[in-house]
């Protein structure tokens, strides 16, 4: 019997784990998997190299015109590692600094950078059998999504994480600094007009604060095989 391939939406605060627990999930489910803070960072990336960003200054226009010139793809490498490529290059390293950290929840607000993203998110999910994670997509991307979940955990767990993280990639960055990150982009993704960061009605809550990874992959499979069994 072919079991249904499921549309699985991941959305939660930043740094709470969502692409971990997404790509785990994939891999296990053999789904696609799709980072799509990874599409807003990429798009951030390119502004910033345009010089349309500077402090608190935005050139929303020019960001706006220029949106048809940029071309966004996911790529696997010959390690089998996925990537993700702004016309043509890979800039999987260079989209998780903390020049793009800083920024991107600025980007992240402007509607047509958010237009343009969300139809190009909708067309990879078209067939279903994909998990994606982000902020809007039990609530915009995929509000007919088979499983969504909402993802958190404490301020203190995902700063140290994040940091991690990043001093394992030899990013030099303090705790401290992490953490306002963290906050500011909270507050930006949950506060801004559109499509902001809310729980979907019918997504499960999940605090993965004292999970491990394992624990929390197991919690979610058990979720995913109640879904596929009454589908
Ligand atoms: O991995 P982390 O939690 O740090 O964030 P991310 O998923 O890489 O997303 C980076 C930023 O992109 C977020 O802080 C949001 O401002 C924006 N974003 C969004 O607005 N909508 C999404 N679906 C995904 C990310």
């Not at 930043?14 to 785990?24: D, Q």
């Not at 009605?201 to 394992?214: C, K, Q, W």
């Amino acid at each position: 019997m072919q079991t249904k391939k499921l549309t699985i939406a991941i959305d939660g605060f930043s740094s709470c784990g969502k692409s971990t627990l997404a790509k785990e999930l994939a891999s296990r489910l053999q789904y696609i998997f799709i980072d799509s803070g990874a599409m807003y960072r990429t798009v951030t990336l390119f502004c910033l190299r345009n010089n349309w960003i500077s402090g608190d200054q935005i050139q929303i226009t020019e960001i706006i015109n220029a949106l048809s010139s940029i071309s966004i793809e996911f790529k696997i490498d010959d390690q089998g590692n996925k990537s993700i490529y702004l016309n043509g290059e890979n800039c999987e390293n260079e989209i998780r600094q903390g020049h793009v950290a800083s920024s991107v929840s600025r980007i992240a607000e402007i509607r047509e950078v958010r237009e343009k993203l969300v139809l190009e998110q909708q067309k990879m999910g078209e067939k279903g059998g994909i998990v994606m994670d982000g902020r809007d997509i039990g609530t915009v991307v995929f509000p007919h999504a088979d499983l969504k979940l909402f993802v958190t955990a404490s301020i203190e767990v995902r700063t140290q994480r994040r940091f991690l993280e990043l001093t394992q990639k030899g990013i030099e960055i303090t705790l401290e600094e992490v953490k306002d990150n963290l906050v500011e982009r909270d507050f930006i993704d949950s506060n801004r007009k559109e499509s902001p960061l809310v729980q979907a009605e019918d997504a499960v809550l999940l605090d993965n604060s004292t999970m491990t990874r394992e624990e929390q992959l197991q919690w979610v499979l058990e979720l995913v095989v109640s879904k596929v069994r009454s589908s």
